[in-house]
């Protein structure tokens, strides 16, 4: 599994984020592509950026019953993206299902993630809220090896995590980390945040930024210092 960065793509319209990647004259840029987005421009927006050289990471976190999420999945796939996603606690058999409807006549499918526990919720909302009574981070690595079992490829977790995903569910197993803030940038509404290096020290294989690049003066030297912080 190589390391790269991802840019979260959160813009409102496909021409906000045609212009934002037509920054990229040099490199191609691995691209988020949430509900946001896919909400507004639809399933020809992914087409688009995948004709235009980008690999794609699909962010939907589905979560629904397992037949449903299978022939959900099987959409997705036809479309040819890179990474899909959906939420672990939908349970092993609705993972299952997603792996099924993902894999193509041909065997081939994309890499498959789970979301563990949403960073926006603590320990006070899941006890309280949720009443799920054990320590967040046990759930978290709990529902990573929910979906390794399940035979998922991977995670997206806090890069605070990704360290002992690895322990718990293998190397290769891997983990695609948000909250990424360079050490001199503003943190935003995020609440644990880490910069590309120390993510890279911690295990993350990929990181996904957003703000810190799309927001930048200078997006292309944003996405380059990333680079050279966490991948080379
Ligand atoms: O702008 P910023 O770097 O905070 O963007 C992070 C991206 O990662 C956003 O698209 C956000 O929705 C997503 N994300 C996150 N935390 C999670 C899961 C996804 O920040 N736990």
Redesign the pocket.
């Known amino acids: 599994m190589g390391k790269d960065v991802i840019i ?1 793509c ?1 813009f409102a319209s496909a021409q906000a984020t045609y212009d934002f990647l037509d920054k990229f004259t040099e490199e191609k840029p691995f691209v ?1 592509i ?1 509900m946001e987005l896919f909400y507004a421009a639809g399933p020809e927006i992914v087409k688009e950026i995948k004709k235009r050289g980008h690999k794609i990471f699909l962010d939907l976190k589905l979560h629904d019953i397992p037949n449903t999420v299978k022939k959900s999945m099987a959409v997705l796939s036809s479309l040819d993206v890179d990474i899909c996603n959906l939420h672990a606690g939908g349970g092993i058999d609705m993972m299952k299902g997603a792996l099924e409807g993902l894999t193509r006549p041909d065997g081939t499918r994309p890499l498959l993630i789970a ?1 563990t526990m ?2 926006s919720l603590d320990q006070d909302r899941i006890t309280n809220q949720l009443l799920i009574k054990e320590p967040i981070t046990d759930v978290v690595m709990k529902y990573a090896s929910n979906a390794k079992q399940a035979g998922l490829d991977g995670v ?1 977790c806090s890069p605070l995590e990704a360290g002992k995903v690895h322990d718990i569910c293998g190397r290769d197993f891997f983990t695609v980390t ?3 803030r360079f050490a001199d940038g503003d943190v ?1 509404d ?1 609440q644990r945040v880490t910069t590309p290096a120390k993510a890279k020290e911690i295990g993350s294989d990929y990181i ?5 690049i799309t927001a930048a003066e200078d997006p292309v030297a944003a996405y380059r210092r990333c680079v050279s912080e966490f991948v080379d």
């Open positions: 979260a959160d988020k949430g979301v949403l960073t997206v948000p909250g990424i935003g995020q996904v930024v957003g703000r810190p």
